[in-house]
Structures are given as structure tokens and as C-alpha cells.
């Protein structure tokens, strides 16, 4: 009886594996049909590879590596030619083969999105990004196009005509972008700007990605536990979309993954070079600063004084990077969103609230919802001052449900970092049994 079953399971594996190599041939034809297209690839696969922390003593190490040391989830066996090696070599191997396991991972998941965002109809791609769920007024790529075309050919600024409300670095890339494909001028119809500022976000995603796997092997020595954040980033389909809908907020996200690495590793200057220009880009990521500090360091105020610092001088800087446009830039960016301008239908609850008050109470709930994440940040900080990261966390969660153009890209940036959590060694600080009750509490 269990015969066919075993035959019926053989014949399935055969096929999966057929179907599998059919479709990396495909991948691989419809990657080379377009030499930019290839070099591009290869640049984001250089880009999304993790770096190697870990190295080879010697060449018998790797030589292990190559006879086959057989690694399973619990137990390593090894040949019997090998029972002379040493352990921290046979561990050694065992990390290059997880980390060659990671880097596999994020350059196939960056191949297929980049093939996935150059070959998908353009049907397709507009149906996506008219979705409130994955852009919004600030990180759309048609008001960013609209932005770059009022300033390339008009010569205005990118934030005359309230249609942009981004950084001023987006509009600066995509510039350089429509300079580097040949167009004449940036235009919304500009298909082939569309896909290289889609590359260009999806090469920044992909630093995000490496700068997750680095904050990861911060709290584990696990290489499976790094493998599966790296996994459950890079194939996030709420990710694949948003950048298929070519939104630039993996800009914002890795300057938060930079932030939280840098922060976790004593960088104290980068952490704050960073998280001033997360702060930039999306303006509610102000209330991971008190989490970010005790990062840094939990009594030495010296470290919270040069991270205020760091974080200051690189706001200077912009500003007088930014000359004429700094004024316009705080009028259309950081007080368009503080004061949720635009009431177009999306997944936060300002449009909703200002759209049936009077606006006599208008003031009063501007107040109130920008209030609340800044009021709850120093405490979720001070809670959590054992595990700075998780308090970093829930000051996301706070601001993403107090934002005023929320996206799915938010939840993808704390699910992110929640994953982080889970495989810390000394324990998920969410997850507490109770020893009468049995049950699970969040805290």
C-alpha cells in the first residue's frame, strides 16, 4: 500500500524540481536580454549580499566545506576522514554555509523582484500604485516625477504646485536617474526613469535587507535564526508590491535599520547621522529617539550628548544643502504631514476624524495625534530599558497608528524589527507565560 504513495512522491519532487529549473531559465533569458538590465541586477545582488563576519582559519576548514560535511538542524555529521578537525573549525564551516545560505536567498528574492518590476505590464504596475495601501502623498512615485519634472524643465521647485511632499534627496536621484537613462526631460510618462528610479529603491531595499541580517547578529550567535529574518524580509510579498508600485519608503526603512545597527554596535555619530535622516524622510520617526539613545548607552549621558549632536549637525548640514528649498521643503514635507493636509482615503485615521468634525476641533486633534506617539515614547523607552530595541519598536507601532499617511511599508519596517525580537538568545521581553494561569500576556 505505501508503494504508490512512495512513487506518487518521487514523481511530484521530480516535477517541482523540473517546474523549478524551467523558471530559473526563464529568469535567467529574461535577464540577459537587456545588457543594463544585467548590469543592474548585478549591482543589487553585490549590494544585498549580508557581510561575512564570520572567517576561515585556515584552508582546511574550507576543505571540510568542500568534502562534505553533512550539517543537519540539531545534530553535525561529519565523514570519517574528517574526525581529526577541530570543533571551532567544524563551526566555522557551518557558519559560511549559513551565510552563503542568506546571501543566496537575498540575491535571488532582489533578481526576482528587479525582473518582477521590469517585466510586469504596465496595467499592472499603475493598478498598484493607485493602491492607498502601498503609496501615499508622500512616497508615490508620480508626484515624485511630478516634483523632478517642475524643476528639470521649468526650472521651479520640486514643491511649487503642492504635488510633491518628499525629501529633496528623491527628487535630486531622480534627476541624476533621468540623466543617466538619456531622457531629454523627467516626465510622468518616462517609462525607462520609472524603472530605474524602481532599481534605485529596490538597491536601497536590498541595504536595508543586509543592515537587518547585520542588527540581527547583534542579539543571536544563531545562524538559523538569521537566516529566517533574512527569509521572512526578503519574501515579504507586502514588500514585493510596494516596490512593484515603485513607493521610495525602503529609502526611509534602511535609514532606520542603519540607526538601530549603528546604535546597537556603539557607533554613536552614524546612529545619529542616520536617524536625522530618517527623520527627514518620514517625520513621525522622531519617537524612537529616546529608545535609540539608550542603545547607545544606558548612563552615559556623554553618548546621548554626541548622538543629539550628530543628529543636530546633520540637520544643519541639510538645511544649508538644501539653501532656497530648506523653507519650502518644511512648509510641504514635515508641516504638510504634522498637519495631515491632504484627507485623500488611506489607512490612517486623520481623514476619517477631519472629515467629520467641524473644524473648530481641527487644531485640537492635530495636537492630540501627534502628541500621543511623543508622550508614549519616553516611557515605552524607560519600560523596556533593559532591551532599548524593543521599545524602539512599539514607539513604531505607536507612530505608524498615530501617522497621518500610513502605508503598508510602515508595518513591513516594524514586522521587520519584530522578527529581531524573536530571536534574540536572551529572550522575546513580548512573550511572558504566567506560571498560574498558563497564559500568554504582552507584558
Known sequence: MRAPRTCGARRAAKALVAVLARATEIVV?????DVRMATVVVVVLVVSAPPHRVHIASSASMSAVLDGVVVSRDVITQPASSHSQSP????????????????????????????????APAAVTAALARRVELTSAVDAMRRTLEGAHARAVFGASAYDGSAFHGHPFVVFAVERIARWVGSEGTTTSGVGVELAAASAWLAADSVALALLCALATTVTTDMDGVFRVCALYALNPINAMALMARS????????????????????????????????????????????????????EWRRWVTLGGACAATHCASAVLMGDDFSKWWSSAVLFAVRSEDQ?????????????????????Y????????????APLAYRFSNRPLTGLVLSLIVATICAPYPTLSDV????????????????????????RSRRSWLF
Not at 533569458?29 to 536580454?33: G, T
Not at 557551518?94 to 535571488?108: D, E, G, H, K, S
Not at 517625520?283 to 548607552?297: G, N
Not at 477631519?354 to 485640537?364: G, K, S
Open 248 to 299: 521610495n519608503a525602503a529609502v526611509g526603512r534602511a535609514c532606520v535599520f542603519a540607526s538601530a545597527f549603528a546604535a546597537s554596535r556603539g557607533y554613536v555619530v552614524a546612529a545619529g547621522v542616520a536617524s536625522a535622516m530618517a527623520m527627514q524622510m518620514q517625520p513621525h520617526i522622531v519617537v524612537m529617539v529616546p529608545a535609540l539613545a539608550l542603545m547607545c548607552s544606558r548612563h
Open 29 to 33: 533569458r529574461a535577464a540577459a536580454r
Open 366 to 377: 492635530v495636537v492630540a495625534l501627534n502628541a500621543a506617539p511623543l508622550a508614549l515614547a
Open 412 to 435: 513591513v519596517t516594524y514586522m521587520s524589527l519584530l522578527s529581531v525580537i524573536a530571536v534574540d538568545e536572551s529572550g522575546n521581553p513580548l512573550y511572558i507565560r504566567s506560571q
Open 88 to 119: 571551532s573549525r567544524v563551526a566555522a564551516a557551518v557558519a559560511m554555509r549559513r551565510w552563503r545560505a542568506i546571501a543566496l536567498v537575498a540575491a535571488l528574492s532582489r533578481a526576482a523582484m528587479f525582473i518582477a518590476c521590469a517585466r
Open 344 to 364: 485623500t482615503p488611506n489607512l490612517g485615521m486623520h481623514w476619517y476624524l477631519f472629515t467629520t468634525m467641524f473644524d473648530h476641533f481641527r487644531e485640537f
